[in-house]
């Protein structure tokens, strides 16, 4: 089986379960592959918007710290592998394909007993426990998928700590109508004597279930103090912070990323003061300055400006908006904007609306996609818009205005499967 074979064998297993929701199938799974998930000392973190950034902030201090450290990612924005990784790096192509042929082998034996046979992320995630477990990894960072409390990387035993990145509506068909139903599931990685650690700016409807969560397991909740986070000045889009004397500069920029840098300081002191894990301040700090992820408020190009992001629901649309304003670029920019019809793309419009002159809206390459010509009719309520035919031609006719008009520059976003296809595109138009 080549690493595209097995990719492709991953896909095509279904996204949901017929079934009733549950850890069962997950379970079976990994019983069928040897139970490689029995002794990973694992940090997990659900949420709504930040999982993959503080996920991937967690898994730079510990990397720096001199641990061997796996993480999960989902979704990916390149490259499928982007998904499994350990010390920062991808796994490898051969490596993906062995293991991917083990797990689905073990579905084959699943449905041949007539079990109910696992999901696509429940086969993925199968497959980083047992890349981890053959790695020997020191601590495995885990984002959940969707929700918590049923989720595939929830049947991991061996939590040190659990975190809750902001409550957002997302997914409300599964996780409920209500930022407390969503928080509900959310909670529901919270184990016994785990502590937990909380976004510092939790909605409070959130925070009820959060609460009610730990004090069952007999846990403490670990809350960042937002006057403790203190921005540093520097240049448009830089992220200097101090949070309780450490500092860095973070390559993620945003308010909402000085925060995550904060939910990591406590991760790692969390593993310092339960279980004695030596972390020296240094590697925290040296470990938040080297995190990087893609789609994430990427600035790939300062002038002028080339910025991507894969937001794709009101919070992370939110979070975009007041980082563009912070740095001044209101109406300045030409937006690439592309978007899913499950979303809430209306109150993702009018909040983008203030930083943009000009958009350009295009179909992302999803079958849920919202095609580019309805999102254009939305679009123009609150922005000058037109449709464009292809993600390229938007982009180069984005760059051409910003050019013609005098504007700071262009951001693209409104979806992750849009990011993918503009990031190759992003990144040779940088070099220029």
């Not at 074979?5 to 017929?18: D, K, M, N, S, V």
Request: include cysteine.
């Amino acid at each position: 089986m080549t690493v595209q074979q097995a990719i492709e064998a991953l896909h095509a297993l279904p996204r949901l379960g017929a079934g009733q929701p549950g850890l069962a199938r997950m379970q079976n799974l990994l019983a069928h592959l040897g139970s490689p998930e029995k002794d990973l000392p694992c940090i997990h973190i659900a949420g709504t918007n930040g999982k993959g950034s503080l996920a991937v902030m967690t898994a730079s201090i510990l990397t720096a710290a001199g641990y061997k450290t796996g993480l999960t990612i989902s979704p990916y924005v390149v490259e499928f592998r982007e998904r499994f990784q350990i010390n920062g790096k991808m796994i490898p192509a051969r490596t993906l394909a062995a293991l991917a042929q083990k797990v689905l082998g073990a579905v084959d034996a699943i449905r041949q007993e007539g079990g109910d046979p696992p999901v696509q992320f429940e086969a993925v995630t199968a497959l980083a426990l047992l890349w981890f477990a053959k790695e020997n990894c020191d601590f495995v960072v885990l984002e959940t998928g969707l929700g918590g409390r049923y989720d595939a990387t929830n049947a991991v035993p061996r939590k040190l700590v659990a975190a809750i990145t902001r409550i957002g509506y997302d997914h409300q068909e599964l996780l409920g109508d209500t930022l407390a139903e969503i928080a509900a599931e959310k909670a529901g990685i919270i184990r016994e004597g785990c502590p937990v650690v909380c976004y510092p700016d939790q909605p409070d409807e959130a925070m009820g279930p959060i609460l009610a969560a730990a004090a069952e397991a007999h846990t403490s909740i670990i809350t960042p103090e937002k006057e403790d986070i203190r921005r540093l000045p520097g240049k448009r889009l830089e992220n200097r912070i101090d949070y309780g004397g450490y500092r860095a500069a973070l390559a993620l920029p945003g308010a909402h990323q000085a925060d995550h840098a904060a939910m990591a300081v406590e991760i790692a002191l969390a593993l310092w003061r339960s279980y004695g894990y030596e972390i020296p301040d240094d590697a925290i700090e040296a470990g938040l300055a080297a995190a990087r992820m893609p789609a994430r408020i990427e600035v790939l190009r300062r002038r002028p400006l080339l910025l991507l992001d894969g937001c794709h629901n009101p919070d992370g649309a939110k979070a975009l908006a007041q980082t563009l304003q912070a740095a001044k670029y209101e109406e300045n920019l030409v937006g690439v904007l592309g978007m899913l019809a499950d979303k809430d793309y209306k109150t993702m419009l009018e909040t983008l609306a203030p930083c943009l002159a000009k958009a350009f809206t295009v179909t992302p390459n999803c079958p849920r996609a919202l095609s580019g010509a309805d999102l254009q009719r939305e679009a123009r309520f609150f922005m000058d818009a037109e449709a464009a035919p292809t993600v390229p031609q938007a982009l180069r006719a984005a760059v051409r205005y910003a050019e013609d008009h005098n504007l700071a520059g262009v951001v693209v976003c409104g979806s992750l499967y849009l990011a993918a296809e503009a990031r190759p595109w992003l990144l040779k138009e940088a070099e220029k």
